[in-house]
């Protein structure tokens, strides 16, 4: 079965930092740009970030850019999202999503894009609070 697992979701105080892991099961992420995605109670879902399959071009949004950083390695099969200077606004529920994009220097995270991201992890809660 293929799928991808979140983890590394976890309650941590405003001005923290946590590290979320994707990690695909049952195939390899190599030809698969990912997306990190989040969603708070009563929003919409929101793109944060991603990144292409050999990780040279990264795309961020406005409202996290300077403060989480995407990575990934393929020789793990992992991506990561590195998350700094947490906010209460922050809070969510975030998902990482994966796109066979083998060649593209590029990926997208705007609702077009969302509905072309072919496998969805479960998601990981991610709390800011003191």
């Known amino acids: 079965q293929l799928q991808l697992v979140e983890s590394g979701g976890d309650l941590v105080q405003p001005g923290g930092s946590l590290e979320l892991s994707c990690t695909g099961s049952?195939?390899?992420?190599?030809?698969?740009?990912i997306g990190w995605f989040r969603q708070a109670p009563g929003k919409g879902r929101e793109g944060l970030s991603c990144i292409v399959v050999n990780g040279t071009i990264t795309t961020y949004s406005a409202a996290i850019k300077g403060r989480f950083t995407i990575a990934r390695d393929n020789a793990k099969n992992t991506v990561y999202l590195q998350m700094n200077s947490l906010k209460p606004d922050d809070s969510a529920v975030y998902y990482c999503?994966?796109?066979?994009?083998?060649?593209?220097?590029?990926?997208?995270?705007?609702?077009?894009?969302?509905?072309?991201?072919?496998?969805w992890g479960q998601g990981t809660q991610v709390t800011v609070s003191s």
């Open positions: 999503a994966a796109v066979a994009l083998p060649k593209a220097s590029y990926c997208g995270l705007d609702h077009g894009w969302q509905m072309r991201y072919q496998y």
């Open positions: 049952g195939f390899s992420l190599v030809e698969y740009a």
